[in-house]
């Protein structure tokens, strides 16, 4: 059986399941997170919800890879029950894979940031001006008459590479997570 994961207790996880159900479907996920697989109805017996709205967050959840269902057909009504049962290590390679995602994103900002030409800024005004069009204006301001000073990027550089340092760390951390399920 998978490790019970408390969603109230991790901020990785309660992120993510907010960003997809949003607040209205928190307690509906907190309680399969506590009871791990349960049908529409009984969750919606228990939180006093409609079955509707249980479905659509647990549809919501399902397209995120979240959670499974398995369908059975009742015998006396004819229609579907779904069962939904929570997806710890399906939750944490989601998790993984959008921070692996940002990962590349933030190294592509350095390489951008890295083969950037000379920019020029105006301390007074934060207008910041390529190296051709500060030429054109003679290193002046155009909008204040100041003198355009020459913006060092090692400072962004430097503040990104933190963050690809934090973001690893972070994924090392999930990566530990996922392997103790």
């Known amino acids: 059986m998978a490790k019970k994961i ?54 919501k959840m399902y397209t995120n890879n979240l959670v499974n269902y398995t369908r059975r057909r009742d015998a006396e009504k004819g229609w579907y029950i779904y069962t939904w049962e929570f997806a710890p290590k399906k939750l944490f390679n989601s998790l993984i894979a959008s921070r692996q995602k940002e990962l590349e994103g933030l190294f592509k900002k350095v390489e951008e940031e890295k083969s950037m030409e000379q920019i020029f800024t105006c301390p007074t005004c934060s207008i910041n ?21 020459p913006l060092n990027n090692d400072l962004i550089i430097n503040g990104l590479n933190q963050d690809i340092k934090c973001l690893s760390n972070n994924i090392c951390v999930l990566k530990e997570k996922l392997n103790e399920i």
């Open 6 to 59: 408390n969603l109230i207790d991790d901020p990785d996880i309660n992120n993510l399941v907010r960003g997809i159900v949003g607040e209205t479907g928190i307690p509906i996920v907190s309680h399969l997170f506590k009871i791990q697989k349960a049908d529409e109805f009984e969750i919606a017996k228990k939180l006093k919800e409609d079955v509707n709205f249980i479905r659509s967050i647990m549809y």
């Open 129 to 149: 001006l390529d190296f051709n069009k500060s030429l054109e204006l003679n290193f002046t301001c155009f909008a204040c008459g100041g003198m355009l000073q």
